[in-house]
C-alpha cells in the first residue's frame, strides 16, 4: 500500500533535530540534557524523534504521563525517562518495572510508589517536583519538609530512591524567575538536610536554559528549542541558530478560476475582488489547520506565497494565486524553515493568536509524519526504519 503521494504531509527532518540538540548542549553545557518529547514529540513523532535526540547527546527523556513512558519502551527505548503528570489513581508499578523515574508531586503520590515499588520487590527511583511559583503542580512549600522526611524514610527502606529535584518556572518576568529559583534552592537545601541526596536538580526549559544561566543546575529539560522553534516572541529560530524541523505541506487538489464577486468556502467570507485563480488545499483544522486563520495566513506554491481566502474547512482550505498559474499537483508550503522562502509556523502561530508549540503539536493523526534523515553524518544507531517515504520529492521537489 502506498498512499504516501504528499497530498498532505508533515515531513520531520530528523537531521535538523539533532543538529539542534548539538547545538543547544553547546550553547548551554550543562552535566545533562533531558530532550522533552511529551505529546508525541510535539506532533514530530516520539520514537523517531526520541532516537535521534538519544543519538545527538541528550541523555534524558521527558514526557508528562506514564503512559507515554511506555510507549517509548514498548518502542525499544531504554534511556532514562522522567514522567511527571498522573492520574490520581494512577498504578506505577508498570513504570517501575520499565525503569521510568516517577516525577512525585505530593505525599499521596510518594506512597503510591512506595507501595508499587513493595509490592513488587523493587525500588521506585523518584524526581521529587517542588512548587515554586507556577502553582500547577509540585509540592506545595508549607509540605517539603514532611514529603522530603516521608521520602527518607521510604529510601531508608529500600523502597525509592529520590534521584533528582526539579521544578518549572512561569517565564512571567525575570524577577519572578529570580524568586523561583530562590525558592528552589531553598528545597534543594532542605532536602540535603533531610538527608536526601538527588543527583540530578533541574528547573530550566528551553527558554530558562537560554537566557538565565542561574537556572541551568545540572540539567535541562528542552522542548520546543529541539524542533528549531524559538520559545521567544523577539528572538527567532534563525537569531537562536536553530532550524525548525517540521515542514507541513500538500498538493493543489483542484484549481479554480473565478470571477470577480464569486464566493468562496462557507459563508462566503471572501468575494473575489476581481477575476483571478483559486488552489484548493487538502488540509483543514480535522488537520491542525486554526480555523482562526481563515483569512489571516499564507501559503508558499511555487515561487509565490498565497493568502488563504474564506473559511477554513475541515479538510480543505482555499487559496487565492491572483493571476498566477497553479496546477493540480502543485506543491503546497503550509509552514516550514523560514530560511527556505516558507511562512514560520510562529506567522501561523500569530495569525491564529496562539504560540508556535501548539501549531506543530496540534497537527492531526491524518498527516502521516514523514521522516528525512540526518544525511551523512548520520550518528550510528539511528534506526530509520520508521521512514514511510524514501522516495517522496524533497522541499523544492
Ligand atoms: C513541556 C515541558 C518542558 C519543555 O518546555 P519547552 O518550553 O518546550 O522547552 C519542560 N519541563 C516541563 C515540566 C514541561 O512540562
Redesign the pocket.
Given at each position: 500500500m502506498r498512499l504516501m503521494t504528499g497530498f498532505r504531509e508533515a515531513v520531520v527532518d530528523l537531521g535538523a533535530i539533532a543538529a539542534n540538540v548539538t547545538h543547544l548542549r553547546t550553547l548551554i553545557g550543562t552535566a545533562h540534557l533531558?530532550a522533552?518529547v511529551?505529546a508525541n514529540a510535539?506532533g514530530h513523532g516520539a520514537l523517531p524523534v526520541a532516537r535521534t535526540v538519544l543519538a545527538a547527546g541528550a541523555d534524558w527523556l521527558?514526557v508528562?504521563d506514564v503512559e507515554e513512558a511506555l510507549q517509548l519502551r514498548a518502542g525499544g527505548i531504554d534511556a532514562p525517562i522522567l514522567a511527571?503528570?498522573h492520574d490520581p489513581d494512577v498504578d506505577f508499578a508498570p513504570a517501575i518495572s520499565q525503569g521510568v523515574d516517577l516525577g512525585v508531586s505530593s505525599a499521596r503520590q510518594l506512597r503510591q510508589a512506595a507501595d508499587a515499588a513493595a509490592a513488587l520487590g523493587r525500588t521506585a527511583s523518584v524526581q521529587l517536583k517542588l512548587e515554586t511559583g507556577l502553582n500547577r503542580n509540585g509540592v506545595h512549600e508549607p509540605d517539603w519538609a514532611d514529603v522530603f522526611a516521608l521520602a527518607a524514610g521510604f529510601e531508608r527502606a529500600g523502597l525509592l530512591s529520590v534521584r533528582g529535584l526539579?521544578s518549572?518556572l512561569s517565564n512571567a518576568s525575570p524577577s519572578d524567575d529570580a524568586d523561583a529559583i530562590g525558592r528552589f534552592e531553598r528545597g534543594v537545601r532542605l532536602a540535603a538536610d533531610a538527608g536526601l541526596t538527588p543527583s540530578l536538580t533541574h528547573l530550566a526549559?528551553?527558554?530558562a536554559?537560554l537566557r538565565l544561566p542561574a537556572a541551568r543546575f545540572s540539567m535541562v529539560?528542552?522542548?520546543?528549542?529541539l524542533y528549531g522553534l524559538s520559545?521567544f516572541e523577539d528572538q527567532s529560530s534563525h537569531d537562536l541558530g536553530l532550524v525548525p524541523a517540521m515542514t507541513l505541506r500538500g498538493r493543489v487538489a483542484a484549481v479554480r478560476r473565478v470571477a470577480a464577486g464569486a464566493g468562496v468556502s462557507y459563508d462566503y467570507l471572501w468575494r473575489a475582488p476581481e477575476d483571478g485563480n483559486l488552489a484548493l488545499v487538502p488540509l483543514g483544522y480535522a488537520d491542525g489547520v486554526p480555523r482562526q486563520t481563515s483569512g489571516a495566513a499564507r501559503v508558499r506554491i511555487g515561487g509565490g506565497t498565497h493568502p488563504i481566502v474564506g473559511r477554513i474547512a475541515m479538510d480543505q482550505f482555499v487559496v487565492s494565486v491572483g493571476q498566477v498559474d497553479v496546477a493540480v499537483g502543485d506543491q503546497v508550503v503550509l509552514f516550514g524553515d523560514p530560511a527556505t522562502g516558507v511562512p514560520s509556523a510562529t506567522e501561523w502561530a500569530d495569525a491564529a493568536g496562539t504560540i508556535n508549540?501548539e501549531i506543530v503539536t496540534r497537527i492531526g493523526n491524518r498527516v502521516p509524519r514523514n521522516y528525512r534523515g540526518p544525511e551523512q553524518d548520520a550518528p550510528s544507531g539511528i534506526d530509520l526504519t520508521v521512514t514511510q517515504a524514501p522516495d517522496a520529492p524533497g522541499p523544492e521537489g
Open positions: 533531558m522533552v511529551k510535539y521527558g508528562a511527571w503528570l526539579f518549572h526549559s528551553t527558554a536554559a529539560r528542552i522542548g520546543i528549542g520559545p508549540y
